[in-house]
T-cell receptor, first 116, second 115 residues
Framework: AQSVSQHNHHVILSEAASLELGCNYS??????LFWYVQYPGQHLQLLLK??????LVKGIKGFEAEFIKSKFSFNLRKPSVQWSDTAEYFC??????????????FGTGTRLQVTL | KAGVTQTPRYLIKTRGQQVTLSCSPI?????VSWYQQTPGQGLQFLFE???????NKGNFPGRFSGRQFSNSRSEMNVSTLELGDSALYLC??????????????FGPGTRLTVL
């Protein structure tokens, strides 16, 4: 079974600061990787995803993530955060080739607070 | 295209009762997955339905069950409610395309409070 670790539980940044949220997974096989965001009072939305190919993926709202297979990591980055980026961010994985692609395993989430 | 819809949005029940939650997937999506979100356990996979059949299951007791209808709409049922069942229940839909590269799109959730 796979597991996901998000080591930053709560991050506070000033507007225009750079952001990097860590995500590490544990699984011996091939995975798909996702970052979802949950804005206050809203539902989970997909930020970006990685299935294969270029390990640097770009998502919506200026977010990007880099898959480093040797480190089992998929860190989320944004060069300059805005107040509107205040939200909870979830990293998720599922396993390829096992018939369980529908089963997403989520990290515990990182609450990002951006101050003006 | 309309997103995933869930009804009701809020529910209050008492211990021992049962509850049914409903999910309508994005038009054309045939897979529906359910997740439980709590502050302590985070987001946990309950089960997935595809073509009216449960295809994957998480580690929840048998009190949690579901079904899917021919129009891909899904319901989730929790019997003999316990205080610990208080949570946000999320539904997600995906096509699927036949491979392992489908993306799940989430609904707003049903917030269940058990008193």
């Amino acid at each position: 079974a796979q597991s996901v670790s998000q080591h930053n539980h709560h991050v506070i940044l000033s507007e225009a600061a750079s952001l990097e949220l860590g995500c590490n997974y544990s699984y011996g096989g091939t995975v798909n990787l996702f970052w979802y965001v949950q804005y206050p009072g809203q539902h989970l939305q997909l930020l970006l995803k990685y299935f294969s190919g270029d390990p640097l993926v770009k998502g919506i709202k200026g977010f990007e993530a880099e898959f480093i297979k040797s480190k089992f990591s998929f860190n989320l980055r944004k060069p300059s955060v805005q107040w509107s980026d205040t939200a909870e961010y979830f990293c998720a994985v599922n396993a390829q080739g096992t018939g369980t692609a529908s089963k997403l395993t989520f990290g515990t989430g990182t609450r990002l607070q951006v101050t003006l | 295209k309309a997103g995933v819809t869930q009804t009701p949005r809020y529910l209050i029940k008492t211990r021992g009762q049962q509850v049914t939650l409903s999910c309508s997937p994005i038009s054309g999506h045939r897979s529906v997955s359910w997740y439980q979100q709590t502050p302590g356990q985070g987001l946990q996979f309950l089960f997935e339905y595809f073509s009216e059949t449960q295809r994957n299951k998480g580690n929840f007791p048998g009190r949690f069950s579901g079904r899917q209808f021919s129009n891909s709409r899904s319901e989730m049922n929790v019997s003999t409610l316990e205080l610990g069942d208080s949570a946000l229940y999320l539904c997600a839909s995906s096509l699927p395309s036949g491979g392992d590269t489908d993306t799940q799109y989430f609904g707003p959730g049903t917030r269940l409070t058990v008193l």
